[in-house]
Nanobody, 121 residues
Framework: QVQLVESGGGLVQPGGSLRLSCAASGDIFSLYDMGWYRQAPGKQRDLVAVISNSGSTNYEESVKGRFTISRDNAKNTVNLQMNSLKPEDTAVYYC???????????????WGQGTQVTVSS
């Protein structure tokens, strides 16, 4: 069982920056791929960025060059640095942990409660 707690959300003006953090506990952190997802009102939950247990990353096209995902296995944390924020980035951002491997991922997939990011003038 994994517990995930997000922090760092808030209100920011367009062009501004925020850094989201996710603290994980309850299992061996290095066994998990970690990701950030977001969900705007009335929209589906979409992948923003993912980082594997080995450190490889992947980003949704609209955030490439603006967002950076990172992890610190020693501290059991994953972060999302968000720069050049746009109003369309407004959403609840969720931290996700998924065990590597097909069956393991199916059986072990965890979500935080989310943190609100609002980009507005």
């Amino acid at each position: 069982q994994v517990q995930l707690v997000e922090s760092g959300g808030g209100l920011v003006q367009p062009g501004g920056s925020l850094r989201l953090s996710c603290a994980a506990s309850g299992d061996i952190f290095s066994l998990y791929d970690m990701g950030w997802y977001r969900q705007a009102p009335g929209k589906q939950r979409d992948l923003v960025a993912v980082i594997s247990n080995s450190g490889s990353t992947n980003y949704e096209e609209s955030v490439k060059g603006r967002f950076t995902i990172s992890r610190d296995n020693a501290k059991n944390t994953v972060n999302l640095q968000m720069n050049s924020l746009k109003p369309e980035d407004t959403a609840v951002y969720y931290c996700n942990a998924r065990r590597t491997g097909f069956l393991a991922a199916i059986m072990s997939n965890y979500w935080g409660q989310g943190t609100q990011v609002t980009v507005s003038s």
